[in-house]
């Protein structure tokens, strides 16, 4: 089965091959380990398919909280499972996550390139606040800064029925390899 769930210490070698994969400038070697040990406003999570014992991690996470509001701090879905919905179902398991700390108010920054991302957040109803120029250090790119209030609605529930689709194609994918 599909399921989201808190990132944990076991998880953290996959977790940073999922960074390296997916981000031109990875997290610094201990970050993820930080947050998840150090950091009391940090939420992890991970997407994972489990197929009897075997287990495979294709989603991380990390949110930060400030007061009511949470920054998404990274997102990523594993390059061989993206554009199947995994990402919009994650998004929708952190959105009602956060609903359920009373968090009201949605930021983050992304770059201009990067219109999978836009797309997805737009798709959530997220609206752009404003841009950040030189903001990546790689290469000089312009950040989008977006936003969106939350509040517990049955918007995420549609996304979150679509589990088991997606499950079941990408359970067949993992045999057939
Ligand atoms: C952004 C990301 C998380 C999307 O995950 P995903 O599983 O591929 O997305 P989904 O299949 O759930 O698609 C959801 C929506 O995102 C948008 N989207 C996804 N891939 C897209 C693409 N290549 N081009 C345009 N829109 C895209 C669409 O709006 C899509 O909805 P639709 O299929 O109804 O059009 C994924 O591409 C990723 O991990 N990218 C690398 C890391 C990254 O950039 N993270 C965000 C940092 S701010």
Not at 57 to 84: C, M, N, S, Y
């Amino acid at each position: 089965m599909l399921l989201f769930r808190q990132m944990e210490l076991e998880d953290l070698e996959t977790v940073k091959s999922i960074d390296k994969l997916t981000f031109p400038n990875p997290w610094p070697e201990n970050a993820f380990q930080y947050e998840l040990e150090k950091n009391t406003n940090a939420r992890l999570w991970v997407g994972e398919i489990q197929d009897g014992e075997k287990s495979t991690i294709v989603a991380l996470a990390v949110i930060w909280i400030i007061l009511d509001e949470a920054h998404i701090g990274t997102i990523a879905i594993h390059p061989e499972f993206q554009k199947r919905g995994l990402g919009q179902q994650f998004l929708a398991y952190i959105c009602k996550q956060l609903i359920s700390e009373k968090i009201t108010k949605i930021f983050l920054e992304v770059r201009q390139s990067n219109s999978a991302a836009i797309h997805l957040y737009q798709k959530f109803g997220f609206t752009i606040d404003g841009e950040r120029k030189h903001y990546y250090r790689d290469n000089n790119e312009t950040a989008i800064l977006m936003s969106v209030p939350i509040k517990k609605s049955e918007f995420y529930d549609q996304f979150l029925l679509d589990y088991q689709f997606t499950y079941d194609s990408a359970r067949k994918e993992l045999q057939e390899r």
